[in-house]
């Protein structure tokens, strides 16, 4: 059995210690294989940078996947090229940097990994997330024993329809985006694993990791403001996703939340 913890887009500071303090009673506790993290949010609540990605893979997280603040950071457009271990969603349009997919191993499987950002309510221009995962699938199938998808994406609908689209063609999807967690984690029909959203590894005393009085105030006069980080009741939230290599399919997928302040 292959056992695989997935968390949710870490935001700044709070979610970065809490993860490194964390994250190896997990490991050990839960006899988990493999993590993989979204750590677009990494730095100060805004993008990533690669001295967070060496940081965090020391502590742990064995792969990176990446949504539409991958750029926030400036500098990391010239980093990325140069880090074996975080990806960016496929759909981006041709020329941008950085690798569309990430190889990881565990317990001698090799595990393809791809994001797809969705089209609706997002910043940027993409191809569409479905043909994109058409495409990236083909690509993978012969040489990976499993794969896993995300959907970096605003809209509930279009999660749950590409879903469907792509049961019982990779092993995992998870959404990522909203920062909220969805009660649906479930094995679909066809066999795949999925969930709508992982909600995110950060201080859920505010309004989606941000200080709340800053955007209650944004929402009460609509006047630009900065939104700093929140600070208070930092949680870490994601799946654990089993696979068994004996039959090569899905076995169960369970969403998480390990809190700062009770264990």
Same mark, same amino acid.
């Given at each position: 059995?292959?056992? #695989?913890?997935?968390?949710?887009?870490?935001?700044?500071?709070?979610?970065?210690?809490?993860?490194?303090?964390?994250?190896?009673?997990?490991?050990?506790?839960?006899?988990?294989?493999?993590? $993989?993290?979204?750590?677009?949010?990494? =730095?100060?609540?805004?993008?990533?940078?690669?001295?967070?990605?060496?940081?965090?893979?020391?502590?742990?997280?064995?792969?990176?996947?990446?949504?539409?603040?991958?750029?926030?950071?400036?500098?990391?457009?010239?980093?990325?090229?140069?880090?074996?271990?975080?990806?960016?969603?496929?759909?981006?349009?041709?020329?941008?940097?950085?690798?569309?997919?990430?190889?990881?191993?565990?317990?001698?499987?090799? #595990?393809?990994?791809?994001?797809?950002?969705?089209?609706?309510?997002?910043?940027?221009?993409?191809?569409?997330?479905?043909?994109?995962?058409?495409?990236? $699938?083909?690509?993978?199938?012969?040489?990976?024993?499993?794969?896993?998808?995300?959907?970096?994406?605003?809209?509930?609908?279009?999660? $749950?329809?590409?879903?469907?689209?792509?049961?019982?063609?990779?092993?995992?999807?998870?959404?990522?985006?909203?920062?909220?967690?969805? =009660?649906?984690?479930?094995?679909?029909?066809?066999?795949?694993?999925?969930?709508?959203?992982?909600?995110?590894?950060?201080?859920?005393?505010?309004?989606?990791?941000?200080?709340?009085?800053?955007?209650?105030?944004?929402?009460?006069?609509?006047?630009?403001?900065?939104?700093?980080?929140?600070?208070?009741?930092?949680?870490?939230?994601?799946?654990?996703?089993?696979?068994?290599?004996?039959?090569?399919?899905?076995?169960? #997928?369970?969403?998480?939340?390990?809190?700062?302040?009770?264990?």
């Amino acid at each position: 059995m292959i056992r #695989i913890l997935v968390l949710g887009d870490i935001v700044g500071r709070p979610g970065r210690n809490y993860l490194l303090e964390k994250l190896p009673e997990i490991r050990e506790a839960e006899a988990i294989d493999l993590v $993989i993290a979204n750590g677009e949010n990494a =730095a100060a609540g805004a993008g990533i940078t690669g001295k967070i990605v060496r940081q965090l893979a020391e502590g742990g997280v064995d792969g990176f996947t990446l949504g539409d603040h991958a750029w926030d950071q400036k500098l990391f457009v010239e980093e990325i090229e140069a880090l074996e271990n975080i990806f960016r969603p496929a759909n981006f349009l041709p020329g941008v940097p950085g690798k569309d997919r990430l190889f990881l191993n565990a317990s001698g499987k090799r #595990i393809g990994l791809f994001t797809v950002l969705g089209q609706n309510y997002m910043g940027p221009k993409v191809d569409c997330p479905f043909r994109t995962a058409d495409r990236i $699938i083909l690509e993978m199938q012969d040489t990976t024993d499993l794969i896993i998808a995300e959907v970096h994406a605003e809209a509930t609908s279009e999660k $749950i329809a590409l879903g469907w689209y792509l049961d019982g063609r990779v092993s995992l999807l998870f959404g990522t985006h909203t920062h909220v967690p969805t =009660a649906d984690a479930e094995i679909l029909p066809g066999g795949m694993a999925y969930i709508t959203d992982l909600g995110m590894c950060g201080p859920y005393r505010g309004v989606i990791g941000r200080d709340r009085e800053a955007v209650v105030g944004r929402f009460l006069n609509g006047m630009p403001t900065r939104f700093p980080v929140a600070e208070a009741d930092v949680r870490l939230s994601g799946i654990i996703f089993e696979w068994d290599e004996t039959v090569g399919k899905s076995i169960s #997928i369970k969403h998480r939340f390990w809190h700062q302040n009770s264990g």
